[in-house]
């Protein structure tokens, strides 16, 4: 029976007027985003605009226009590239925006019915692998050689980008020998948030434009006409596809599936991603959307959803497409990680070493799986740059670990009496003058010790896990302790006694001892834990530790002169005058004595060499995850041992440890012949067995 509700949407015709909006709204938001790389809404609002297209001329096949965004895949070439036309057409996939486990259940149930199986019939193999948050790129090998690297562009008519793409470590400009004579290999190129996270610090450094995502990151150092400055933007690749290649009959390969397939592109030299997995039935493909879901977060590269593709070629083919969408395959979307608010005030917060922040103030938003109030805008020029001002409507994004960020600012949404954001001259916490250095991008509060704020985060700094440790000693409580004039400075935390703790407003008996027993223990420490809390400028772990080998004593560290800094390893000019500066001052050497009368004590050693350790003289980078170690617990083991942990690899790394999901540091590796190990080879070096 058919009900009158149904008879009722059917009766009222989409306005005409609202079609052309949308398309019009598209087109601009598709230009700002391909095209400019200067995105200005969510990419959510804009999947929610296009889906509303989808459905009316779904509905409405006579509304249908040629130009309509529906009709074509990407933006249009730009001009200052050739243009390539594909031999086979570059496909996109049907999204489905359902973040529920019915997401997947409806692909399966849709692909069962096209293929005509009934319920008794058994589950679809399917291949499912995570939905890369970069841009499609089609690698074209002629005889093994890479001959031609486009973009998708409209999908059939892309950008040779063939310059930029051999820059990538990770793409093989050779393959090995017996691969097909002609082989594009498609796959998503990409960039490491690390990479992304590093290449917009040195933007900010440098006072040019940040990027918004790691995907606009990629797309802008693809598109980048100079290959020199494209190659300073560190990109990766993932393979998960072919375009055209020898057919079967003139000797090319012949594949029963997707997953055998892959293979054949790893075994060729392409990463593909080590997440990628067979799914059977609806129930693993709704398994491996939550797996992959929990991991999201902990993943070197950003992701949008996972995809599922059916396993045999033989049935993609039998399913073939639906205008430029195969009917094989799914991408199921996570929950978005950039969402709108509203800035409800710029708070400028004060650090430990009195560098001013200013810092957005949200309307709560949930975004990437958090609620998000807060969003650091990082300095006074970022923070003009974005132009973000209290009232504004504004995008936010948070992908994994990373901390917030307003990425865009609505204009047209700005109340007309907004006010643009200065930073205050005056360190809004102690009234001191702020201010900013010649060639700084910071201003600081010259209070020094005199400023509550950086009192709190230096104590902060101290009892933090890597330096001397003060187990339960948090935010919460230093604020306490600091705006009560409870303490003052470093050496009153072990003045405190279990009265004065257990006064505290919400300070139960129980965790007022446990402070005591948590001072108590943190009074036996090392020398570089020590160093470290004391929170001297520029003088991070690493720092403290070489330092600390290099002079084996404290005091011989506070009377080293500026000469005597300048030898130690990896000290340069300004990490010596640093150390100098600080134990120059008497407060400061004050700080130090009083926490020794305090009972504060490390063992002293000699000062280097002390005596040889497994890895003395090696240098070491991790890469990737290890299969039982974290990164942190890695570094400890190895730094213990006497080795070091650089950060990129180069001629002079010793190892690369590898785990999985390594990205372009083991490329680099391979390129430079360094050794390579797993876990397990690390725990053997370590054991002193190698
Ligand atoms: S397959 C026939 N697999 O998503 C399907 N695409 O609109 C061709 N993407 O253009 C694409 N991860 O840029 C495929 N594992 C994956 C992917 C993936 C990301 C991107 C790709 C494509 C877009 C789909």
Not at 124 to 133: G, H, I, S
Not at 189 to 217: H, I, P, S
Not at 304 to 329: C, H, I
Not at 600 to 613: H, R
Request: proline residues 5%; glycine residues 8%.
């Amino acid at each position: 029976m058919v009900t009158k509700d149904l008879f009722a949407s059917e009766a009222s015709p989409p306005d005409p007027a609202h079609v052309e909006q949308l398309r019009r709204a598209l087109h601009e938001h598709a230009h700002r985003y391909y095209v400019l790389d200067e995105p200005t809404v969510p990419d959510a609002e804009y999947d929610r605009l296009f889906q509303e297209l989808q459905a009316i001329e779904a509905q409405h096949p006579e509304l249908v226009t040629p130009d309509s965004p529906t009709q074509r895949v990407g933006g249009r070439a730009l001009d200052e590239f050739a243009s390539v036309r594909h031999a086979v057409p570059m496909l996109s996939i049907r999204t489905e925006t359902d973040t529920e486990a019915s997401g997947a259940q409806n692909f399966d149930a849709r692909v069962r019915r096209e293929l005509g199986l009934d319920e008794s019939a058994p589950a679809v193999e399917y291949v499912a692998e995570p939905k890369f948050d970069g841009l499609a790129m089609s690698l074209r090998y002629e005889r093994g050689v890479l001959v031609q690297a486009a973009t998708r562009g409209d999908g059939e008519v892309g950008e040779d980008v063939t310059q930029n793409i051999r820059t990538i470590g990770q793409i093989p400009l050779r393959l090995p020998a017996g691969v097909p004579d002609i082989l594009e290999v498609r796959g998503e190129v990409y960039m490491r948030r690390d990479d992304f996270e590093t290449l917009n610090e040195r933007q900010r450094e440098r006072g040019q434009k940040t990027f918004v995502n790691t995907r606009n990151a990629a797309a802008g150092a693809v598109r980048q006409l100079d290959p020199a400055i494209a190659a300073q933007r560190p990109l990766s690749f993932f393979a998960y596809g072919l375009g055209e290649v020898t057919p079967a009959q003139a000797g090319g390969p012949e594949f029963g599936t997707h997953y055998e397939m892959l293979q054949a592109v790893k075994l060729w030299g392409f990463p593909v991603s080590a997440l990628v997995d067979i799914a059977r039935g609806a129930t693993k493909l709704i398994a491996y959307y939550e797996t992959i879901g929990r991991q999201r977060d902990g993943l070197p590269f950003d992701i949008d959803g996972v995809v599922y593709k059916v396993n045999s070629l033989a049935l993609q083919r039998r399913m073939g497409f639906v205008t430029r969408e195969p009917r094989w395959a799914v991408a199921h979307k996570f929950p978005a990680q950039e969402q709108f608010t509203t800035v409800v005030g710029i708070e400028v917060q004060v650090g430990r070493t009195g560098k001013l922040t200013p810092v957005a103030k949200l309307a709560p938003v949930f975004v990437g799986g958090v609620t998000v109030t807060n969003a650091t805008l990082h300095n006074e020029d970022e923070a003009r740059r974005k132009d973000v001002r209290v009232g504004d409507t504004v995008i936010v994004r948070r992908a994994g670990d990373v901390i917030p960020e307003v990425v865009a600012v609505l204009p047209e949404k700005r109340l007309p009496d907004a006010k643009e954001f200065t930073m205050p001259r005056q360190c809004p916490v102690c009234g001191s003058a702020a201010v900013r250095e010649e060639g700084e991008v910071d201003y600081r509060c010259t209070g020094g010790l005199f400023c509550s704020a950086q009192r709190k985060q230096a104590i902060l700094h101290y009892a933090q896990r890597r330096a001397v440790e003060v187990e339960g000693l948090g935010e919460k409580l230093v604020d306490q302790l600091v705006d009560g004039n409870v303490i003052r400075t470093l050496p009153d935390l072990y003045r405190l006694g279990l009265t004065s703790l257990a006064s505290l407003d919400r300070m139960a008996d129980k965790s007022a001892q446990n402070i005591i027993e948590a001072l108590e223990k943190s009074k036996h420490t090392t020398l570089p834990r020590f160093l470290f809390g004391l929170g001297i400028r520029h003088v991070g772990e690493a720092t403290a530790k070489e330092l600390a080998r290099h002079f084996g004593s404290l005091d011989a560290v506070m009377d080293a002169t500026l000469e005597q800094l300048l030898q130690v390893s990896d000290i340069g000019p300004i990490v010596a005058l640093s150390v100098r500066t600080f134990f120059d001052q008497a407060h400061n050497r004050e700080v130090v004595e009083q926490l020794r009368a305090c009972g504060v004590t490390w063992q002293e050693g000699a000062p280097a060499p002390v005596t040889p350790k497994p890895l003395t003289g090696k240098t070491f980078v991790l890469t990737g995850t290890l299969p039982t170690l974290s990164r942190d617990e890695a570094k400890d083991l190895i730094e213990a041992a006497g080795g070091k942990v650089a950060g990129s690899v180069s001629k002079k790394t010793s190892y690369v440890v590898a785990g999985t999901e390594a990205g372009s540091k083991l490329d680099k590796a391979q390129e430079l012949g360094v050794a390579v190990l797993d876990e397990a080879g690390l725990q053997a070096l370590l054991a002193g067995s190698e």
